[in-house]
């Protein structure tokens, strides 16, 4: 699975967007870029994946460059709920396990 | 309902003890998996199951076992607890271990070892 770089926190202020962005330089043609996030003290939660194109769903989008190198998930709205450390994790079709990195902190402010 | 259940949620042992967690999920799925997240937030994969058999071992001590009465239940067997056992472990499922869909996790189990 391919290696996946995240900052490490971020701040977003109430009902704004929040953009996360992740590299995933290694990442090969059939892995899929999946998004997950934990809130504190609660398992993790999916939130959407992608393998080439841009996807939506009533979460989040994801945007993937052209090139596959980076995404970027995208809370249109950000709520106070959605204070998180969010996983951007690189997974093949086929592949049994899910492979969390350290994740980015994700703190909305009011 | 709960999709995925463990429990208990919280459980406080002596080192040296044996205990037991217990997953359930009510999805029909036919793969399960046990997490553990340690103090400094990692989550890594322990065992997966798929239909009862065990498709994943990452190394995990002897110590831990898990076993898989049916593919709706999981449960993590751990003798002679140490110390460093303590963390947080999560139980999850997926509809199948080809599929590219998501995993449903549970809500964890707070293992304290003193």
């Known amino acids: 699975d391919a290696k996946t770089t995240q900052p490490t926190s971020m701040d977003c202020a109430e009902g704004r967007a929040a953009n996360l962005p992740c590299n995933h330089s290694?990442?090969?043609?059939?892995?899929?870029v999946y998004w997950y996030r934990q809130i504190h003290s609660q398992g993790p939660q999916y939130i959407i994946h992608?393998?080439?194109n841009n996807e939506t769903n009533e979460m989040a989008s994801l945007i993937i460059t052209e090139d596959r190198k980076s995404s970027t998930l995208i809370l249109p709205h950000a709520t106070l709920r959605d204070t998180a450390v969010y996983y951007c994790?690189?997974?093949?079709?086929?592949?049994?396990?899910?492979?969390f990195g350290t994740g980015t902190r994700l703190t909305i402010i009011p | 309902d709960t999709a995925v259940s463990q429990t208990p949620k919280y459980l406080v042992t002596q080192m040296g003890n044996d205990k037991s967690i217990k997953c359930e999920q009510n999805l029909g799925h036919d793969t399960m998996y046990w997490y553990k997240q340690d103090s400094k937030k990692f989550l890594k994969i322990m065992f997966s199951?798929?239909?009862?058999?065990?498709?994943i071992n990452e190394t995990v001590p002897n110590r831990f076992s898990p076993k898989s009465p049916d593919k709706a239940h999981l449960n993590l067997h751990i003798n002679s607890l140490e110390l460093g056992d303590s963390a947080v472990y999560f139980c999850?499922?997926?509809?199948?271990?080809?599929?590219?869909?998501?995993?449903?996790f549970g809500e964890g189990s707070r293992l304290t070892v003193l």
């Open positions: 290694t990442i090969s043609g059939n892995e899929y």
């Open positions: 199951y798929n239909n009862k058999e065990l498709i």
């Open positions: 999850a499922s997926s509809q199948s271990a080809s599929n590219t869909g998501e995993l449903f």
């Open positions: 994790i690189g997974r093949y079709s086929g592949n049994e396990k899910l492979t």
């Open positions: 992608g393998l080439k």
